[in-house]
């Protein structure tokens, strides 16, 4: 990410309310607050009520402040201009809900799995894995920080 030196200015004053109003369970450090800011300008994280809500072309996913009731989606990428648009267009605390994504994907027709911490891999879940192109133990060890 190039940046002037304004550009860097703005980032680290995001990085900072990340660091201060995230609590030690999501943001410990100026290294991951910077993180979620620089996604935040991409356009990709926003910051939620109760914690923050990231979209990547092939997942969406929620990390409460809490730590306790996060969550992740993964879908069909074919299907990332339709979801990014509704993370886009939509800021309201519903968000923070799996079973608000689990209408939306099923409104749009978007093949979807839900991943929690206690979701175990099945079989049947090899399809949305493969269309998603992603490797599920890491996706779940990022979204769950299970590292």
């Keep these: 990410m190039v940046l002037d030196a304004e550009g860097s200015e703005k980032l680290d004053s995001l990085a900072k309310v990340y660091l201060k109003k995230y609590y030690p369970d999501l943001v410990k ?15 990709l994280a ?18 409460s402040k809490d730590g306790k009731n996060d969550w992740g989606y ?33 409104k749009m027709s978007i093949d979807s799995r839900r991943i929690t911490r206690d979701t ?6 090899q399809k949305i894995v493969d269309k998603a192109g992603l490797d599920y133990q890491k996706f779940r060890e990022l979204c769950f920080n299970l590292i």
């Design 29 to 43: 450090t100026y290294n991951e607050a910077w993180f979620y800011a620089s996604f935040e300008v991409r356009g």
């Design 46 to 63: 926003k910051q939620l009520e109760n914690g923050i809500m990231m979209i990547s072309p092939n997942s969406i996913s929620f990390k």
């Design 74 to 106: 993964i879908f069909d990428p074919e299907k990332w201009k339709e979801v990014k648009g509704e993370f886009d267009r939509n800021g309201n605390s519903r968000m923070e809900e799996w079973k608000y994504w689990e209408q939306i994907f099923k």
């Design 120 to 125: 175990d891999y099945k079989y049947d879940d």
